[in-house]
């Protein structure tokens, strides 16, 4: 069964640094893997897909990476500032391109200004 | 091109009623996903249709749901009666076949009182 956990469940930094959001899964056959942005009362916006064969994708300040060997993604945001400021959430998609995605908890990113 | 769209945004009704979400997929789309958050918790899988079929609906709750996608086009997923336990977020998404990113809809908010 697979499952998805994001590390911290909450983040505040001031704006300006650079951070890293962190997302783990147990079953290491995914076929791809996706991070998305969530406002409050709001739907997901999604930020960054990469497929199984990758290692990395990069749009704007955002740079995902995944390493499906440790069964680990990381989204790094350059630069934070206090338009980030929202839940972001690891999603998972086992085996094929007709599973079900799997979501993480998210993790809860406030940024000071 | 319209994104994943979900009707009503909100909807309040008491216990024992009957409720029936609606999902417009992106047009083109064949795999349409039903996903729910309850308060406090992760974003947990309901069902998958691929066109008109279901795929997987290992994730429906009770009898009390039911998901329909007559004509592979717009679903439905019909709460009857409501229990106070199914308040939370129902997300809707589709995917185009292949593998490619989830595209979420705004999320209907159902609250059963």
């Known amino acids: 069964k697979q499952e998805v956990t994001q590390i911290p469940a909450a983040l505040s930094v001031p704006e300006g640094e650079n951070l890293v959001l962190n997302c783990s899964f147990t079953?290491?056959?995914?076929?791809?893997l996706q991070w998305f942005r969530q406002d409050p009362g709001k739907g997901l916006t999604s930020l960054l897909l990469?497929?199984?064969?990758?290692r990395e994708q990069t749009s704007g300040r955002l740079n995902a990476s995944l390493d499906k060997s440790s069964g680990r993604s990381t989204l790094y945001i350059a630069a934070s500032q206090p338009g980030d400021s929202a839940t972001y959430l690891c999603?998972?998609?086992?085996?094929?391109?007709?599973?079900?995605?799997?979501f993480g908890s998210g993790t809860r990113l406030s940024i000071r200004p | 091109e319209a994104g994943v769209t979900q009707f009503p945004s909100h909807s309040v009704i008491e216990k024992g009623q009957t409720v029936t979400l609606r999902c417009d997929p992106i047009?083109?789309?064949?795999?349409l996903y039903w996903y729910r958050r309850v308060m406090g918790k992760e974003i947990k899988f309901l069902l998958h249709f691929v066109k008109e079929s279901k795929q997987d609906e290992s994730g429906m709750p009770n009898n009390r749901f039911l998901a329909e996608r007559t004509g592979g086009t717009y679903s439905t997923l019909k709460v009857q009666p409501a229990e106070l336990e199914d308040s939370g977020v129902y997300f809707c998404?589709?995917?185009?076949?292949?593998?490619?990113?989830?595209?979420f809809g705004q999320g209907t908010r159902l609250t059963v009182v």
């Open positions: 079953d290491s056959a995914i076929y791809n």
């Open positions: 047009s083109g789309h064949d795999n």
């Open positions: 990469i497929q199984s064969s990758q």
């Open positions: 998404a589709s995917t185009v076949g292949g593998g490619g990113g989830a595209f």
């Open positions: 999603a998972v998609r086992r085996y094929s391109s007709a599973s079900k995605i799997i």
